[in-house]
């Protein structure tokens, strides 16, 4: 029908909600591949770059993908698949198994079970730290988030670094700590192994500060 979206357009848009929850993780880390795949404009890169909250910045560069066309879609979607996305953001493996495709291939998007936001995905993985309790924590974590990011959750200080120019709140940036290790650690980021890590010595929190990793539902 004429006028009507190309099919990568339509599929991007279907996933759009889900891929700002996935990707805000690590904003920058999307934005520079996209970069790199000649996916964005020149004013349309700096536009974008110079958003200072993650989702934010994550909408705004799917939205331009988006304006610029099919081809432009479909090399995001591509890139999605690839694997340095797909290591860092295991919860984009959806696009992978099959479940998903461009509505002109017969293969159905994903349904109501399938789309599941990134951090209900994590809520029913039995001992995945919970957004919830990140957030409790991050509460009780000072000045003191920085050392506590590279010596026990082992973040590179420039990452440490981007977050603290993105985020204007203590609170944001100890909580997008916490969000980018969870991401890194995959199916390891349990509330135990977190706990395990904020517990050293060297952290100097009270052990009461991180009791909201050993509690359950």
Not at 29 to 51: C, E, I, P, T
Not at 87 to 92: A, D
Request: charge should be neutral; charged fraction near 25%; glycine fraction near 6%.
């Amino acid at each position: 029908m004429a006028g009507e979206p190309a099919a990568e357009i339509q599929l991007l848009r279907s996933l759009k909600a889900r891929l700002i929850e996935i990707l805000s993780a690590d904003a920058d880390f999307v934005l520079q591949h996209a970069d790199s795949s000649s996916l964005l404009s020149n004013s349309g890169y700096q536009q974008v770059r110079a958003r200072t909250v993650p989702r934010e910045k994550v909408t705004d560069l799917l939205d331009h993908i988006i304006q610029r066309g099919p081809e432009e879609a479909r090399g995001l979607l591509e890139l999605l698949k690839g694997p340095a996305l797909q290591e860092t953001f295991p919860m984009l493996r959806f696009l992978k198994d099959g479940k998903i495709n461009t509505p002109s291939t017969g293969v159905r998007l994903p349904n109501s079970e399938d789309t599941v936001p990134s951090k209900q995905i994590c809520e029913k993985s039995p001992g995945l730290v919970k957004e919830r309790q990140l957030m409790e924590v991050a509460c009780a974590i000072g000045n003191s988030w920085k050392k506590i990011g590279i010596l026990a959750l082992e973040i590179p200080a420039l990452k440490l670094e981007q977050i603290e120019i993105d985020q204007t709140q203590h609170i944001d940036r100890v909580f997008q700590m916490l969000l980018f290790w969870r991401t890194r650690q995959k199916m390891n980021a349990t509330a135990a192994h977190l706990h395990r890590l904020l517990s050293q010595e060297h952290c100097g929190l009270p052990p009461e500060s991180i009791t909201p990793l050993l509690e359950g539902d």
